[in-house]
């Protein structure tokens, strides 16, 4: 995905998070889906955890003006996270 200028990036915040947690940071996304009117690209509306690469969650970052990490023993598990730090 080329450079996209902030301002015209279609997703206001890209969401990470680890699986295990998914049940507890669902009701917040919809929250700032539904309440607050946010797009957010939440691999669970937005992409097929069996799909994950690199590339599509760079594409997804990148789709993004801003971020929400879920920091929790979850997540720092994640082999995601290991050896991208």
Do not use: C
């Not at 097929?48 to 599509?56: D, M």
């Amino acid at each position: 995905m080329a450079a996209v200028p902030l301002q015209k990036r279609p997703n206001d915040l890209f969401v990470s998070y680890g699986h295990a947690d998914k049940a507890r940071v669902d009701p917040i996304v919809n929250w700032l889906r539904h309440d607050v009117g946010l797009k957010v690209w939440y691999d669970a509306l937005s992409g097929n955890a069996a799909e994950r690469t690199s590339s599509l969650l760079a594409n997804a970052i990148q789709s993004a003006r801003g971020a929400l990490f879920f920091l929790s023993q979850n997540w720092q598990a994640s082999t995601w996270l290991r050896g991208r730090t």
